[in-house]
């Protein structure tokens, strides 16, 4: 049984930093990837960028390249999520997640098995 917990979210002004973590837990993981997606209100939950475990090669939103990095840390399975020049759309629960499929597109959240509870980022105006 594989546990994901983010933590790492606040509230913060335009313009401004956050990183968000997510720690996995389990009886020998080794997910295929992992990755960050985020949901606002009324809104589908939608990719935000993921990472291959092996090689580390990384995939983003086009609404993101260039403010957010995504890395990992597979000693301690751990996800992160740097954010900066945060804007008010950002604003979302931000959800990790992990797959094990090699098999369709890193943006499909159909592909990812495992969620954690979420992550609240909130950027005020």
């Known amino acids: 049984q594989v546990q994901l917990v983010e933590s790492g979210g606040g509230l913060v002004q335009t313009g401004g930093s956050l990183r968000l973590s997510c720690a996995a837990s389990?009886?020998?993981?080794?997910?295929?990837?992992m990755g960050w997606f985020r949901q606002a209100p009324g809104k589908e939950r939608e990719f935000v960028s993921a990472?291959?475990?092996?090689?580390?090669?990384?995939f983003y939103a086009d609404s993101v390249k260039g403010r957010f990095t995504i890395s990992r840390d597979s000693a301690e399975n751990t996800l992160f999520l740097q954010m900066n020049n945060l804007k008010p759309e950002d604003t979302a629960v931000y959800y990790c997640?992990?797959?094990?499929?090699?098999?369709?597109?890193?943006?499909?959240?159909?592909?990812?098995?495992?969620w954690g509870q979420g992550t609240q980022v909130t950027v005020s105006s």
């Open positions: 990472i291959h475990w092996g090689s580390s090669v990384t």
């Open positions: 389990g009886r020998s993981f080794r997910p295929y990837g």
């Open positions: 997640a992990a797959r094990t499929d090699v098999g369709s597109t890193w943006s499909n959240s159909r592909a990812y098995a495992y």
